[in-house]
């Protein structure tokens, strides 16, 4: 019995999407590290074009997503961007001392990169703090 090429293909297309909602194979890379300027944060997700990529500020937060779209077999064919399923969630407070003004970011080498830049505000103010005793 010979398999028809698209059935295989739809099979797989499948399998993907069925991964992909039950926690995938694939991890998630992030590393964030503070420099004198500010924050760097990077993210690597396997297989998401930078579309997948959003970034939105909203309420002090920075929120980061990503959707997996994916065509699904119907009786006809395939429907295109029938299945969508948001691939990573990320929210993270932004603090007093970052310029949410002029946070930015890139895609580069299948990584997206964002900067937060300090604002001038000390992120950590050196001080000795004093023990009250009762």
């Known amino acids: 019995m010979k398999t028809e090429p698209s059935i295989t293909q739809q099979i ?5 999407v069925s991964s992909l909602l039950g926690g995938g194979i694939s991890l998630t890379e992030e590393h964030l590290t503070e420099t004198e300027e500010g924050y760097r944060y990077e993210m690597f997700v396997p297989g998401l074009s930078p579309e997948a990529y959003r970034i939105r500020i909203k309420d002090q937060r920075l929120y980061i997503s990503t959707q997996f779209a994916a ?7 395939l429907d295109t961007e ?4 948001p691939a990573v969630v990320r929210t993270y407070p932004i603090p ?3 310029d949410a003004q002029r ?3 890139r895609f580069a080498n299948g990584r997206l990169h964002i ?7 000390s992120p950590r103010p050196d001080r000795e703090v004093d023990i009250q005793l009762y």
């Open 103 to 105: 946070i930015e970011a």
């Open 115 to 121: 900067f937060a830049p300090f604002n001038g505000h």
């Open 12 to 16: 797989a297309q499948m399998a993907q």
């Open 82 to 85: 029938a299945a969508i399923a």
């Open 71 to 77: 065509d699904l077999p119907t009786a006809g064919g």
């Open 96 to 98: 007093d001392f970052v």
